[in-house]
């Protein structure tokens, strides 16, 4: 086209002579001035274009095979960067898809944001069959902290900064974000556009605890002879773990660490009472809970794990409504981690009495005790494996490679993992959280190898790694550090029962001698059969010293496990049920 005709065809049309934007770039902008830098995707109707455009624009796009693995990813993103992890849906399927990990992160307290476009809004509120209708605001209010629809272009800076910050303030959590396909395509003046973006300013603001309620808590827990502090995922959320381990250090009180808390603090520190848990859960008169909730994981604070004795409560938490969720908190401390650590450090000086020695002993003698009595069975090297073998094989290369990131999930292979393999730095540990929820495995492992850039280890149980193992795919497509240990127990919890009625399997197990290593080989990747403990610590060596995405098939004896790993007694029973 000559020159002269460009001019004329935009004389005639004016709207050309300015720059103009859309709801796309608009989208992507905003992500883009609050520091977002990967978005975590399934593609399709209507966000094709999105996803390309926000590759063409340096964002970096992780594209899944399922939206639930993209979610969770975004979820523990949110959780390693205190930024919010971005996902990007398509309607109805993909939202739900994606929803699933939106609800786990907000049960989690991870800051995420999902993103799911939507059909058009007259014909789902008409409810006229629009092509994947589903009103999904609506869907998504009760499963976040907060959810957004946008209708205009302008409004999208705003809609962002407002997801932003709702995801990361106060306690964090999911936020849902509603785009309409119509407004992805909405023209607007590019400069008003570029002025209605906004860019956060200090989207989770320290929140200051009283005084008053830093004394109280001092002096509840001066008072106490046998105290106890609980470190929750809060804790290693606030990324403050140098100010927890001084306040730890100084007030000389044994700590116990929640499962994504182990490693805030060496497992082996002198003051760790991890192996002595119920001991001190039920001896202690004095329990501080820094970024820990009384639920379920904790029986609500009362019952048989937490003995006879009485025992006073101080809780520290960004949320005044967890105080007296469960039982009555003497000292409750609302405030940021961070600043009421800081606080506390502050009010206990040079001068802080220690706890009675004879407690801290008691404590560490049967710390010492328990480990003695494990260690042997660490150190079995049978073929097929048990869970002790094999996992005293894992505890070895954590050990010797302490920033590696460890995912873990399944029943057994969860619970005696948390429990045998020692954690040495903070945030190193991720599983199952909250709800003891299956399929967070490959999702967490794409995110923990992005965001960090570290080698990650996942140990999973052979039905767990069902939920998400076809991302084995996405993990070779973008060839990430990732080495993924099955443990193959032929089934749920144990692969050996039997159906007492008919010829199909039982519920609960899986196809022998299966090989979940051809599944990596078929993409590419590392696949290894190990049937010892030798093996399996040289396959997980050779495997992160390569960086190559490798699968080890580790055999465990079926026989092996117990139901439910654990936590067997929240099954209920039948009274009639024909043994
Ligand atoms: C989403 C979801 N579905 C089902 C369950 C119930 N569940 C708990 S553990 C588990 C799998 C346990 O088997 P496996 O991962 O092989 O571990 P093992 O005990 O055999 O080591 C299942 C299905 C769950 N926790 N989450
Ligand atoms: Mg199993």
Not at 97 to 112: D, E, K, Q
Not at 217 to 222: E, K, R
Not at 250 to 279: W, Y
Not at 478 to 497: A, E, H, K, Q
Request: glycine fraction near 10%; include cysteine; proline fraction near 6%.
């Amino acid at each position: 086209m000559s020159e002269a005709s460009t001019h004329m065809d935009a004389a005639q049309n004016p709207a050309e002579e300015r720059e103009l934007t859309d709801g796309f770039h608009l989208v992507i902008d905003a992500l883009k001035l609050n520091g977002v830098e990967t978005i975590y995707h399934v593609p399709g109707i209507p966000v094709t274009d999105l996803g390309r455009m926000a590759q063409a624009e340096g964002i970096r796009v992780i594209s899944f095979r399922h939206e639930q693995n993209a979610g969770n990813a975004a979820a523990i993103a949110g959780y390693l960067t205190q930024k919010p992890g971005i996902c990007l849906t398509v309607s109805a399927p993909g939202f739900l898809n994606g929803l699933t990990a939106l609800a786990n992160a907000t049960t989690n307290c991870f800051p995420m944001i999902l993103i799911s476009g939507s059909s058009e809004r007259e014909i789902v509120d008409l409810q006229q069959g629009d092509y994947e209708e589903m009103d999904q605001l609506a869907i998504a209010k009760p499963l976040c902290k907060a959810a957004f629809r946008v209708l205009h272009a302008a409004d999208i800076g705003i809609a962002v900064a407002r997801a932003i910050r709702a995801a990361v303030s106060g306690r964090p959590g999911g936020v849902y974000l509603d785009l309409p396909a119509k407004l992805l395509s909405q023209v607007m003046d590019a400069e008003k556009g570029a002025q209605s973006l906004v860019k956060v300013i200090d989207p989770a603001p320290a929140q200051i605890p009283a005084p008053s309620a830093i004394k109280r808590a001092l002096d509840v827990l001066a008072s106490a002879k046998r105290p106890l502090v609980i470190l929750g995922k809060g804790a290693a959320y606030a990324q403050v773990d140098e100010t927890i381990r001084q306040f730890i250090e100084t007030s000389g009180v044994p700590f116990l660490q929640m499962s994504m808390a182990k490693g805030l603090l060496p497992d082996t520190h002198a003051q760790s009472a991890g192996a002595a848990r119920s001991t001190v859960l039920k001896d202690a008169d004095v329990v501080m809970l820094i970024g820990a909730r009384l639920n379920w994981l904790l029986s609500h604070g009362k019952g048989k794990t937490w003995g006879d004795a009485p025992k006073k409560f101080i809780q520290i938490d960004i949320e005044p409504k967890e105080m007296d969720s469960n039982i009555e908190i003497v000292a409750p401390v609302v405030g940021d981690i961070g600043s009421c650590v800081s606080a506390l450090l502050a009010g206990m000086g040079s001068n802080w009495a220690k706890p009675p020695a004879d407690w801290m002993a008691t404590v560490v003698a049967k710390r010492d005790e328990n480990i003695a009595k494990m260690a042997p069975r660490l150190r079995n090297n049978n073929s097929p494996m048990d869970f002790h073998g094999a996992l005293g094989a894992l505890r070895t290369v954590v050990k010797e490679r302490p920033d590696m990131i460890l995912i873990n999930e399944g029943a057994n292979t969860l619970d005696l993992a948390r429990g045998i393999i020692d954690m040495y730095q903070p945030r190193k540990r991720l599983d199952v959280g909250t709800w003891g929820v299956m399929g967070i495995g490959m999702g967490y492992a794409v995110a923990a190898a992005i965001e960090t850039g570290k080698p990650v280890l996942a140990v999973e149980g052979d039905s767990a790694f069902g939920f998400s193992g076809m991302e084995v795919e996405t993990i070779c497509r973008y060839n990430l550090p990732v080495c993924i240990v099955i443990f193959n127990n032929s089934g749920i919890y144990r692969g050996t029962d039997i159906n007492s009625n008919g010829s199909d399997p039982a519920t609960t197990v899986f196809v022998r001698d299966s090989r979940y290593d051809k599944m990596m080989e078929a993409f590419g990747g590392v696949g290894v059969n190990a049937t010892s403990p030798d093996e399996l610590l040289r396959a997980v060596n050779a495997a992160i010293d390569s960086g190559k995405p490798t699968l080890i098939n580790a055999v465990i004896d079926p026989a092996a496990g117990t139901e439910s790993g654990r936590i067997g007694n929240l099954n209920p029973q039948s009274v009639v049920k024909k043994k």
